[in-house]
């Protein structure tokens, strides 16, 4: 009589744990898919007023940025100010390729006549944060190396004005540009001679452990929803942090006081149906407090982004104007 005994090798097919917007799946065995489709798939509205170009920032990590120009400008007009745009994402999606970024960068250039620089940054859960803040340093000191170049892009450099500089950003973009603020300090002193006149937080993605009012009594069919404002943070933060990581929350218990930190002057703009509009508006309120220079507008009744998703609409127009405002108020 003999004993044999039979090994029965189970394999567990991976299963998808977290999708976001249809082009971020993730599985259980930690495998990643990105669709090279965007989310925002509306055509493209390039009449030809505005022309542009893709460069490489990064090698390191392969970035690439999107400049736009006015296609009238030339070396012998007068040099226009320069307005990062920084895609919105939830640090996890977004690109400067995507239509729905292209078509306000666009609309950027004409209307503001402005350089318009659009950057990548590296995406979570691949790279967590901080890598998307060093990333858009990593854009601005690319800038700071044009400026002084003994062998200029005369693209670039014929047109663009490099004291005049304003550093926007819409949703993970409008979190990136207020952690540049609190990094750079006013003035910019170490992108010398590139100057920051000021910055456009455009609904900046802002998080904490503890719920805001509007978090949990707005809208549950808002575009940005409770469950997808979780899901991107527990992808993009690092492992083991909490919502309360000082680049997400400004004021959380760990997070440095900016009370004392020198800014240059901030514009924050929230929809007045987006969950994320408590946090902007204590952002700004206790910015005021504390002496700094900043203005809170808030659109009534207009989600999260609603400026790139509908950028033809009313609120986009005057969107537009504010902006062209501010950036007059501060380019002297």
Known sequence: M???????TTTTTPYEVDECRGVLRVYSDGSIIRSTQPSFNVPIGDDGSVVWKDLLFD????????LYKPASASASSTKLPIFYYIHGGGFCIGSRTWPNCQNYCLRLAAELQAIVVAPDYRL?????????????????????AQAVSENPDTWLNDVADF???FISGDSAGGNMAHNLAVRLGCGSVELMPVQVRGYVLLAPFFG???????EAEGPKEAFLNLELIDRFWRLSIPIGDTTDHPLVNPFGPASPSIELVALDPILVVVGGSDLLKDRAEDYAKRLKEWGKKIEYIEFEGKQHGFFTIDPRS???????????????????
């Open 208 to 214: 904490g452990t503890v719920r805001t009012r509007f």
């Open 124 to 144: 979570a859960p691949e790279h967590r944060l901080p890598a998307a803040i060093e990333d858009g340093f990593t854009a601005l000191k690319w800038l700071q």
């Open 163 to 165: 004291g005049r500089v």
């Open 59 to 66: 090698p390191l990590n392969d970035l690439h940025l999107r």
């Open 2 to 8: 003999s004993n044999s005994t039979t090994t029965t």
């Open 314 to 332: 009313e609120a986009s127009d005057e969107l537009m104007r504010v902006i062209k405002r501010f950036m007059s108020e501060y380019s002297n």
